[in-house]
């Protein structure tokens, strides 16, 4: 009988320790989900930073390159960017860029960022974010090439990479992103 009790009481301890362990795991996936939902997005917000890249000249669908021989081009500029109330109100970049012997350097200019949808652009808790769209883009002053489609993704709060379509700039930019980072963001 005593060890009958025994098992009884252990049973009941365990059924307790269950019910007391599920309990405080549901409150704290509730607390974690209320964290999550009440995390606080910026929907008005100015940044800028410096565009700092390396692109490579390598042709399409070339499967190995000679690091010591292949064409490099260096990027170097700034960039910026606002938003008001959810609204891209400004994306601008000017940057330098031309072969590493010097040759042939020349000027970007990206500006008009005009956004796929209406949906609010926010950073978020980390301050990222991505926006799409199409902008124009400039070469020593003059516009090279309009309505380039466009992606700009900040990755918490340091960096920035922007892709244009390969196809809407003759493949000026060798289908390779433009790199850099964020030096402040000022949260208005």
């Known amino acids: 009988m005593k060890s009958k009790t025994i098992l009884l009481l252990a049973a009941s301890i365990s059924l307790l320790a269950t ?3 599920t309990t405080a795991l549901s409150n704290q996936a509730t607390s974690i989900t209320a964290l999550l939902q009440t995390s606080p997005s910026t929907a008005t917000f100015d940044m800028d930073g410096v565009i700092s890249s390396l692109i ?5 669908n070339t499967k190995t390159i000679d690091m010591t021989t292949v064409q490099k081009f260096i990027l170097s500029g700034d960039w910026s ?3 008001d109330q959810g609204k891209l ?3 601008n970049a000017n940057f330098y860029t031309g072969p590493v012997n010097g040759a042939n350097n020349h000027t970007h200019q990206l500006s008009n960022f005009r956004v796929n949808n209406n949906s609010p652009i926010q950073l978020s808790s980390d301050n990222s974010l991505s926006i799409s769209g199409i902008l124009n883009v400039g070469t020593a002053g003059n516009n090279a090439w309009n309505n380039v489609n466009t992606t700009v993704i900040i990755s918490n ?5 922007i892709s244009l379509d390969d196809d809407d700039t003759q493949s000026h930019f060798m289908d390779q992103q433009i790199y850099g980072i ?3 963001i ?3």
């Open 182 to 184: 964020v030096k402040e």
């Open 186 to 188: 000022k949260n208005v």
């Open 157 to 161: 709060g340091r960096t920035i990479s």
């Open 19 to 21: 019910l007391v362990s």
């Open 89 to 91: 109100t400004n994306f």
């Open 81 to 83: 960017m606002s938003v």
């Open 56 to 60: 490579l000249g390598i042709p399409a």
